[in-house]
Every structure is written in structure tokens, then in C-alpha cells.
């Protein structure tokens, strides 16, 4: 089994910078693919960026130029560093693993951009 434990969510302001860490623990392999999701309220889970053993990244077009996704092996740990934040990505953040034995989530922390 994989556990998923996100931390780093919060309130910023509009411009504002927050960063989030997934934890990851139990079953891991070394070949893995990180992902961070994100749902906003009344809409459908949605990609925001992945990052594999490799260091192959992907960002969704909403997000790419603002955050930035890296990942530490040694820790099974992988960021999300996010800088000038937009409302619309007001959501709760979803970090998610994907190996061959299948796709784990994390329990999600919430991100709230306002004024």
C-alpha cells in the first residue's frame, strides 16, 4: 500500500505565492510518475502537473510559467511551487502517484486565493 500526505495549502492573495509537498510512503517504486490535481468547487478533478523518476515534467496550459513542480527521491517527496496566484486557482490540491501497481491520491489540501 501508498500512503499520500499533502501539506502547504492555505489562504494568499491575488499575485501571491504558496507552495505544496506530497509525502509519499509504504509500497514505492523506483519507476513513478508524481502528479498534482486540483478540483475547484462544482467542477471536475483536473491536471495540473506532472514530473517523472526521469524528471520528464508537464504542466497544464493554466499553470505553466506560474507554478513549478520538482521532486526530491531520496524523501519521496514532490513540490508544487506556485507563484502569481490567479482565483481561478482557488481548489483543493490533490497530489497522486502512479506506478505499476497502480494510482494512489493523497487526502488533498485546500488553496484559497482571494482578497
Known amino acids: 500500500q501508498v500512503q499520500l500526505v499533502e501539506s502547504g495549502g492555505g489562504s494568499v492573495q491575488p499575485g501571491g505565492s504558496l507552495s505544496l509537498s506530497c509525502a509519499a510512503s509504504?509500497?514505492?517504486?523506483?519507476?513513478?510518475?508524481m502528479n498534482w490535481f486540483r478540483q475547484a468547487p462544482g467542477k471536475q478533478r483536473e491536471f495540473v502537473a506532472s514530473?517523472?523518476?526521469?524528471?520528464?515534467?508537464t504542466y497544464a496550459n493554466s499553470v505553466k510559467g506560474r507554478f513549478t513542480i520538482s521532486r526530491d527521491n531520496a524523501k519521496n517527496t514532490v513540490y508544487l511551487q506556485m507563484n502569481a496566484m490567479l482565483v481561478e486557482d482557488t481548489a483543493v490540491y490533490y497530489c497522486?502517484?502512479?506506478?505499476?501497481?497502480?494510482?494512489?491520491w493523497g487526502q488533498g489540501t485546500q488553496v484559497t486565493v482571494s482578497s
Open positions: 497522486n502517484l502512479a506506478q505499476s501497481t497502480g494510482i494512489y
Open positions: 514530473i517523472t523518476t526521469g524528471g520528464t515534467i
Open positions: 509504504g509500497n514505492i517504486f523506483s519507476i513513478r510518475t
